[in-house]
């Protein structure tokens, strides 16, 4: 009789210690901060840098360098206060070309 009750008993042990007590769901991820809104004047002075920065640095390399359309295109957006539009692409390229983007005031 002991023998057929030790398998038994084993499982019932081993399925105790399988289910765990005090678990509680999961919780939710924290939220994220909300993203920071700048003025148009903040907006205009960054894009400003990064055209800047651009121009010095990555688009003056030689005469062989063709121009970047897609920056061209992004300047004019910032130029005409789409800045939405402008920033980002300035600053793709800018952290493809290996730059630490400057400070947002």
Do not use: H
């Not at 960054?46 to 010095?56: V, W």
């Not at 295109?73 to 793709?92: D, F, H, K, S, T």
Request: hydrophobic share 40%; aromatic share 8%; net charge neutral.
């Amino acid at each position: 009789m002991t023998r057929k009750l030790l398998p038994l008993t084993l499982l019932a042990l081993a399925a105790a210690a399988c289910t765990r007590t005090g678990d509680t769901a999961p919780t939710a991820a924290p939220a994220a901060a909300p993203a920071k809104i700048y003025t148009e004047s903040e907006d205009r002075d960054y894009c400003g840098k990064l055209a800047g920065l651009y121009f010095r640095y990555v688009g003056s390399i030689g005469y062989r360098v063709m121009p970047d359309v897609n920056v061209s295109e992004a300047v004019n957006e910032c130029a005409q206060g789409n800045y939405a539009a402008g920033i980002p692409v300035l600053e793709r390229v800018l952290r493809d070309s290996d730059f630490t983007l400057p400070k947002r005031s």
